[in-house]
């Protein structure tokens, strides 16, 4: 299969509801605007926070992740392949280029979503996504560790991958977020809607505030981006699922990540008289 470029869009932040190897995933769109999601990434953590940025052109040896329902999964032709960054788009007129990009196909309808989610023809699990009104960002207190028989699954399930354990390369999860961020909002039939949020750019703020201010502080901020959003972008949800809750429930789908172009001024067109 020739290399494949991939303008990346999502990068996902650890769930405990996806297999091990999905843990860390990246998604995005190809040259032809087909969304896909990539997995297993083989990088550390720290190289998937600093090494690509969202909006990177990246060019990777890809084949189908046979393992995965999912038509839009792929994964790198080996644990060796390299993903390599050829390029970036910026925000340049409104995000133009970005939208012609991102923008190609776009769901307004849940239930027509939903109804491509669970067909064959289809198991559709990304998806660009326009509210048609967002009635609220709401913030709830979560558990703060992660379930053990959840991470004890995970666990096994790295092993089993690798063959034996590897004490070099001990089990490593990232720190579960303490609270839940969610968008109310209805789609074009006035279907309502909760949606979480599991997108690395709001866990990044959150942990990035959290380091020089406390818990209060950190929510505040997180608050205060993404309500800007709502009111000064012409905001869209990347929306997602994971293999094994698009297996087993009616709605899978998480906003895995935010597409948010700036809104031209209104010009005012002034009396001539």
């Known amino acids: 299969m020739p290399l494949i470029k991939v303008l990346i869009t999502v990068k996902s932040y650890p769930n405990l509801t996806s297999h091990y190897d999905e843990q860390l995933s990246i998604a995005g769109f190809t040259e032809d605007g087909t969304f896909i999601r990539i997995y297993p990434i083989s990088f550390s953590r720290k ?3 600093e090494q690509f940025q969202l909006y990177d052109w990246v060019e990777v040896d890809l084949v189908r992740n046979t393992q995965d329902f999912r038509l839009e999964s792929f994964s790198p032709k080996s ?28 769901y307004r309808n ?91 750019e709001l866990a990044s703020l959150y942990w990035k505030v959290l380091k020089k201010q406390n818990e209060q502080k950190a929510i505040m901020e997180v608050r205060k981006k993404y309500l800007e959003y709502i009111r000064h972008s012409d905001l869209h949800f990347f929306l997602g699922s994971t293999q094994n809750m698009h297996a087993s429930i009616k709605q899978p789908f998480t906003i895995v990540g935010l597409f948010q172009p700036a809104v031209p001024p209104k010009v005012i067109q002034g009396s001539l008289f």
């Open 110 to 200: 849940l239930s027509n979503l939903l109804m491509e989610s669970k067909h064959e023809a289809f198991y559709t699990s990304l998806a660009v996504f326009k509210p048609q009104r967002i009635i609220g960002f709401e913030i709830e207190e979560e558990t703060r560790d992660w379930n053990e028989e959840k991470l004890a699954k995970l666990q096994e399930e790295k092993n089993h991958m690798q063959g034996v354990e590897n004490p070099e390369n001990p089990f490593q999860i990232m720190k579960k977020l303490p609270y839940k961020f969610s968008f109310r909002f209805t789609d074009d039939k006035n279907q309502e809607l909760v949606l979480p949020i599991e997108d690395w």
């Open 47 to 49: 190289a998937y926070d």
């Open 79 to 106: 644990p060796d392949t390299p993903i390599k960054k050829i390029g970036h788009v910026g925000m340049k007129d409104y995000w133009e280029e970005r939208k012609n990009i991102v923008l190609k196909r776009v």
